[in-house]
């Protein structure tokens, strides 16, 4: 006799590979990473030097490339600045997409691939206090802290450079504006580009420009939508563990129904951020 058992499904647990060291290892690693094939962008901090007084923060973005053999291995150093508590102490962000690289550190620092290594490219884009930068079809979207919820829109201009290029507007902070506000999550594919915060905004480009619409979750969480992530129209935006978040939307996201998949929430636990 055939005797067939059911199981429930079970999240997949992803187990440690390797271990990356930072070629200078008085930096501690690691702040935000970003992975495009077999290319790894990684950041880390140390303390700053004594003259500039307590609290200042040395911020650095590493490449790791993986050989043919499987193994990551450092390739160089994109940036690395001072920054002190006067001035502000902003987090650093990184981004990639095949070739190009991009770091958030106050301005938006473009880096390309070539043959010849990594290259800087010139670029006017300012990332005010953000804590995001995104990458898809060599554009980058990146948080604004400030007011509100805002991101930039960075891409390439006719003589090669890069430059702030549109501004989307999020939701606005109920505590006025705040120097230590440090921005959102953000992300962008293809045409569409998110913003998270205490409301969801989702920016689609079409002829004529860029229009945008305000997410509504299928329920009504007290914290909705401050991680969020899309890729190819799917949305992924976070709610309290305890209603069920993050919720999955798909176009057209205005909708209070109709709109979600099934399952309509991913019922997980306690995360820091999510990807598509």
């Keep these: ?30 702040g935000r990473v970003a992975i495009s094939g077999n290319t790894l962008l990684v950041t880390g901090s140390k303390e700053g030097p004594p003259e500039q007084g307590p609290g200042s923060v040395v911020q650095a973005a590493f490449v790791f490339e993986r050989n043919a053999a499987g193994q990551w291995q450092f390739v160089t150093q994109l940036v690395e ?3 002190d508590p006067v001035g502000g102490v902003t987090p650093i962000s990184v981004a990639i997409n095949g070739s190009l690289a991009a770091v958030a550190l106050r301005r938006v620092y473009v880096f390309r691939r070539t043959t010849s290594g990594w290259t800087s490219v010139p670029s006017t884009a300012l990332a005010g206090n953000s804590t995001d930068v995104e990458a898809d079809a060599g554009r980058f979207v990146v948080s604004d802290g400030g007011c509100g919820y805002d991101a930039n829109l960075v891409q390439a201009q006719a003589d090669g450079s890069y430059a702030n290029v549109h501004r989307f ?32 905004y989702v920016y689609t480009e079409a002829t004529g420009g860029w229009s945008g619409v305000r997410v509504p979750p299928s329920a009504a969480p007290t914290v909705f939508g401050d991680r ?11 709610a309290p563990e305890t209603q069920g978040g993050p919720y999955i939307f798909l176009p057209p996201y205005q909708q209070n129904s109709g709109n979600l998949t099934r399952p309509d929430a991913l019922n997980v636990g306690r995360f820091d951020r999510i990807e598509l």
């Excluded at 067939?4 to 290892?25: F, I």
């Excluded at 939701?171 to 440090?182: Q, Y």
């Excluded at 999550?185 to 913003?195: A, E, F, P």
């Excluded at 969020?228 to 976070?238: D, Y």
């Design 81 to 83: 600045e001072t920054h």
């Design 169 to 200: 507007m999020g939701a606005i902070r109920d505590d006025g504006c705040d120097d230590e506000f440090l921005g959102g999550d953000v992300d962008i594919s293809g045409n569409r580009v998110v913003l998270g915060g205490p409301e969801t």
């Design 1 to 30: 006799a055939l005797i067939q058992t059911s199981a429930h499904a079970r999240p997949l647990v992803l187990e440690e590979q390797v271990k990356l060291t930072l070629p200078d290892t008085s930096f501690t690693c690691c």
């Design 228 to 238: 969020v992530t899309i890729h190819n129209g799917t949305l992924l935006a976070s």
